[in-house]
């Protein structure tokens, strides 16, 4: 069993940073796949970025430039960080990990973006 526990929202003005953290229990992490997603209200739960095990990442398009994913496989922990932040921004973001069959998510931390 994972656990995935987000740490990092809060409440900022447009423009501003904020970094995420994903702190995963077990001891699948250095060989799981983590993304970031985010749910804003009204609308589907989307990819934000993915990072594989040996570093490689994807970004959404709105996210491209902005946003930097990161893993420290030694501290079991996933990071997102957010820059040039926008009002659209705003939502629930969840952490995921995912080996092979088996996907776990976090229980989501809440980015609000003010204009």
């Known amino acids: 069993q994972v656990q995935l526990v987000e740490s990092g929202g809060g409440v900022v003005q447009a423009g501003g940073s904020l970094r995420l953290s994903c702190a995963a229990s077990?001891?699948?992490?250095?060989?799981?796949?983590m993304g970031w997603y985010r749910q804003a209200p009204g609308k589907q739960r989307e990819l934000v970025a993915q990072?594989?095990?040996?570093?490689?990442?994807t970004y959404a398009d709105s996210v491209k430039g902005r946003f930097t994913i990161s893993r420290d496989n030694t501290k079991n922990t996933a990071y997102l960080q957010m820059s040039s932040l926008k009002p659209e921004d705003t939502a629930v973001y969840y952490c995921?990990?995912?080996?092979?069959?088996?996907?776990?998510w976090g229980q989501g931390t809440q980015v609000t973006v003010s204009s």
């Open positions: 990072i594989a095990r040996g570093g490689s990442s």
């Open positions: 995921r990990s995912d080996k092979g069959l088996l996907a776990y």
């Open positions: 077990g001891s699948i992490f250095s060989t799981s796949v």
